[in-house]
């Protein structure tokens, strides 16, 4: 069996070329970073590409590296069932847009995934069929996991019960 | 001895009226996070609180007259909590079980109401996280006696049960 790693990032940089950032592998676990505008496309192909068949998405999330460039990065983790083989794929987000694209048309799990890291972070997931937050209230003005918010929260901004 | 002959004993109507209220404190059960399962537990065989005449637990607030709050209150939930204790019939109490509830507990947290006190009236607050069972019994207990003698809900000074050692 060739090596999937190989495989993997082989077929990425051949088929996308111009998207494709870098890729490496840390203790067995293979990440690989492409350029945002690519991602919906580069989820599309993993699962239908014959040989590899990454079938299942696992999780979105985000993170605030909280940086002057790029400060955000959103995080995939895919799963092939067949192959028994995971992949990681992260793309870089800057503060001046936070538009990425919706992967749910391709994985329809992605949905509230997507939802969480929107409420979280203030991601904006462009083709997303439902982008509320799903965690806080919906009148709430804030990115809760963003560095920049306090702990304990902003006073006065989730409403309690009158007593 | 004039009880016997007589057949009939005197006493005030609110000790009477008292006396069946806290022996059927019908309990509803708001449990929210895992100090419910110790809430199970203190219904279950080994705690029985049926001996306590509080075995009738409520799904409908409007059955119920003692909330047990047993878990981490978000502000989003909060304002269920709230709904939920508006609905119940007066007189009602509220035991604050473990806690998150009583304090937040470990979730020093923006979306964890840091203590149910800062938007309910609470009779006994019980520690423990999660309480044991026999603990959050000594707090139903200790809100028979809040009745007992004749206090209103969610007045007078508030009662704090201790962990076991």
């Known amino acids: 069996m060739p090596d999937l790693k190989e495989l993997v990032v082989g077929k990425l940089r051949d088929r996308f070329a111009d998207e494709f950032e870098s890729s490496n592998e840390y203790r067995g676990e293979l990440t690989v970073i492409v350029k945002k505008s690519a991602i919906r496309s580069v989820c599309q192909f993993l699962r239908d590409d014959a040989e590899l068949r990454f079938d299942s998405l696992r999780d979105v999330c985000g993170v605030d590296y909280y940086r002057p460039e790029d400060r955000f990065e959103?995080?995939?983790?895919?799963?092939?069932?067949?192959?028994?083989?995971?992949?990681?794929?992260?793309?870089?987000?800057?503060?001046?847009d936070l538009h990425v694209d919706s992967v749910t048309p391709v994985f329809s799990t992605a949905d509230w995934e997507e939802r969480e890291t929107y409420d979280m972070y203030g991601i904006i997931f462009d083709g997303h069929p439902d982008l509320r937050r799903i965690y806080m209230p919906e009148d709430f003005e804030h990115f809760p996991l963003r560095k920049d918010f306090p702990l304990m929260g902003i006073p006065g901004s989730l409403a309690l019960p009158r007593k | 001895m004039g009880l016997e002959q007589e057949s009939f004993f005197t006493t005030k109507l609110d000790d009477i009226i008292g006396w069946a209220r806290k022996n059927s404190l019908w309990p509803m059960p708001m449990g929210i996070s895992c100090c419910a399962i110790e809430m199970m537990a203190f219904a279950g065989p080994r705690t029985d609180v049926?001996?306590?005449?509080?075995?009738?637990?409520?799904?409908?607030?409007?059955?119920?007259?003692?909330?047990?709050?047993a878990g981490t209150?978000?502000?989003?939930?909060?304002?269920?909590?709230?709904?939920?204790?508006?609905?119940?019939?007066?007189?009602?109490?509220?035991?604050?079980?473990?806690?998150?509830?009583s304090s937040g507990?470990?979730?020093?947290?923006?979306?964890?109401?840091?203590?149910?006190?800062?938007?309910?009236?609470?009779?006994?607050?019980?520690?423990?996280?999660?309480?044991?069972?026999?603990?959050?019994?000594?707090?139903?207990?200790?809100?028979?006696?809040?009745?007992?003698?004749?206090?209103?809900?969610?007045?007078?000074?508030?009662?704090?049960?201790?962990?076991?050692?």
């Open chain 2, 50 to 69: 049926s001996r306590f005449g509080s075995e009738a637990f409520r799904f409908s607030p409007r059955q119920s007259d003692l909330m047990i709050v």
């Open chain 2, 73 to 101: 209150v978000t502000y989003k939930m909060s304002h269920v909590v709230r709904k939920i204790y508006d609905q119940m019939p007066d007189p009602k109490w509220v035991i604050a079980m473990g806690a998150c509830t």
């Open chain 1, 74 to 96: 959103v995080v995939y983790n895919l799963y092939s069932i067949p192959q028994n083989f995971r992949l990681r794929i992260k793309v870089r987000v800057d503060e001046s």
């Open chain 2, 105 to 165: 507990g470990m979730y020093r947290s923006y979306s964890v109401v840091q203590g149910i006190d800062l938007f309910l009236p609470v009779d006994v607050y019980v520690a423990g996280c999660p309480p044991r069972p026999d603990n959050l019994l000594r707090g139903l207990m200790e809100v028979q006696a809040k009745i007992a003698r004749g206090e209103k809900p969610g007045q007078k000074e508030k009662i704090y049960i201790q962990e076991h050692a």
